[in-house]
């Protein structure tokens, strides 16, 4: 049995989705220095550092836009048969959410990722639909989906 929340706020949401990221292992291991392993910011949020293009460092805010997926990948955690707490975040939300963290300049860049909320052409639409809103408000900001 799957457990929905029907209203739950922003934070709770994003509490949610943003240690549902975590089962992406980007930058989770593998790498000696731990300056460059992904950790957890003030809030208990992942944080994710990067290099850029040109060998810069940066870092950026990880979660996903929703973990409702009505795919049965069995290795995945967030599968439709499992029984975890599901929420999305709107479009709208998502980029509010990320876009506080970037005035405060606590991240520089967005890794966006979601489950699989009907079918992939939708998921995708919401996904960059976001994405449109973030990159007007950042300019140069990275992202990443
Ligand atoms: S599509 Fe769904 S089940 Fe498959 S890896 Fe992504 S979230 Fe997990």
């Not at 992904?38 to 990067?50: C, Q, S, T």
């Not at 506080?100 to 606590?106: I, P």
């Not at 996904?127 to 990159?135: K, M, Q, V």
């Amino acid at each position: 049995m799957t457990a929905v929340i029907t209203r739950p706020n922003t934070e709770e949401k994003l509490d949610i989705l943003s240690t549902d990221a975590q089962y992406d292992l980007a930058c989770a291991c593998s790498r000696k220095d731990p300056d460059e392993h992904r950790h957890r910011g003030a809030d208990g949020k992942w944080i994710y550092p990067i290099t850029l293009p040109n060998g810069g460092k940066s870092v950026i805010f990880k979660t996903l836009m929703s973990n409702v997926c009505n795919n049965d990948c069995k290795y995945c955690p967030l599968r439709e048969d499992r029984d975890v707490r599901r929420c999305s975040l709107g479009v709208d939300e998502t980029a509010r959410v990320f876009l506080d963290y970037y005035r405060r300049t606590e991240v520089f860049g967005l890794f966006l990722s979601s489950g699989m909320c009907g079918c992939a052409d939708a998921t995708m639409e919401q996904l960059t639909a976001s994405l449109r809103y973030c990159g007007e408000d950042t300019g140069s900001g990275d992202i990443f989906i």
